[in-house]
């Protein structure tokens, strides 16, 4: 789908192939485009379209580059996303002196709202301007994330540290509660670790448009690169803070697991014992020798049996005094 803004006549679509772009277009935004869509928008706005796989190199050079009066930008960012499903998507930005070229191949909230602000804000007239408005609302909506990830995570760890997180004495609904901890803690990880590369790549991105077009930005521009820095500086510390925390969380429940582990090897433990003397006492008795004392005895099996009970029940008794269970 291709979307041209400020082309309320249509004259950009029902122009000639060759003709150059009206003064009026900022910005043509391409959303999973096809072929005819792809050409369309290199005939008219004399830029070459990177293709999904160039967009998706990790290569600084591929991803940040001049071509003439052109940018060729690229980042990875996430479209509408849970913390439990959330995909990492390129994103590309071909900023030329008046217009903007935008190739995305996922519904993004950030570009929506910088599209409804086009159509009333009209103080954005250049597609620098809705560059720079676009890195701002993916700063902003990149610090709403994180927001929301700091309050799952304060939520896990009251959970972790202040809640049953056996959640039940039965060891089923135990291994299910641990289980379930476990795997909100690393889907809270991905999530995070997702949410800075979408700021490490604005943060590229507004640094080498600030190095490579320092003389052509205008001071507006200039200062609104730099405070998009200095957010994405911030925000990926307090990212980190929370990659750390969700470390801690996760070390403090594989360290739930191990200690349930170590009850459930204790307790098979104290029932091995435990059954060792009466299993023995029982193996003597019940030997098929000819001649032994306690076979003649009248209360011989009502012995037998005490002295079985018996050293089963002493190393139980045992076990309890040293605070096994």
């Not at 602000?117 to 701002?136: H, N, P």
Request: net charge negative; glycine share 8%.
């Amino acid at each position: 789908m291709l979307q041209i803004y400020r082309d309320t006549d249509g004259t950009v679509r029902s122009g000639g192939a060759d003709d150059d772009l009206p003064g009026h277009v900022i910005w043509m935004d391409l959303l999973n485009p096809d072929e005819k869509e792809i050409e369309f928008v290199k005939r008219r706005a004399k830029v070459r379209v990177p293709t999904r796989e160039s967009l998706s190199e990790i290569e600084v050079s591929s991803r940040l580059s001049k071509e003439g009066n052109h940018l060729y930008l690229s980042t990875p960012v996430i479209g509408h996303a849970t913390i439990e499903h959330a995909e990492l998507s390129p994103a590309g930005f071909i900023v030329g002196p008046d217009f903007l070229v935008t190739v995305r191949y996922e519904s993004l909230p950030t570009f929506d709202a910088v599209a409804e602000r086009l159509k009333q804000d009209e103080i954005l007239t250049s597609g620098m301007g809705v560059f720079v408005a676009l890195l701002e609302a993916i700063v902003d909506r990149g610090a709403d994330v994180l927001e929301h990830l700091a309050a799952a995570v304060d939520e896990v760890s009251k959970t972790v540290f202040k809640g049953n997180l056996r959640g039940s004495a039965s060891p089923h609904s135990s291994n299910f509660t641990l289980r379930r901890a476990l795997s909100k803690v690393g889907a809270l990880g991905d999530r995070s670790s997702k949410a800075r590369d979408v700021l490490l790549g604005v943060g590229r991105m507004a640094s080498f448009t600030l190095d490579v077009c320092h003389e052509m930005l205008s001071d507006e521009f200039r200062d609104q690169l730099h405070a998009v820095t200095k957010d994405v500086a911030s925000l990926s510390d307090y990212e980190t803070h929370l990659s750390d925390k969700t470390q801690f969380l996760l070390d403090a429940v594989l360290g739930f697991i191990t200690i349930e582990q170590n009850d459930i090897f204790k307790v098979l433990t104290i029932a091995s014992v435990v059954g060792v003397p009466p299993t023995l006492m029982a193996g003597i008795w019940g030997m098929n020798f000819k001649f032994m004392p306690e076979l003649s005895w009248t209360w011989g099996y009502p012995f037998a049996w005490a002295i079985i009970i018996l050293s089963a029940v002493a190393p139980l008794i045992w076990f309890w005094r040293r605070g096994w269970f």
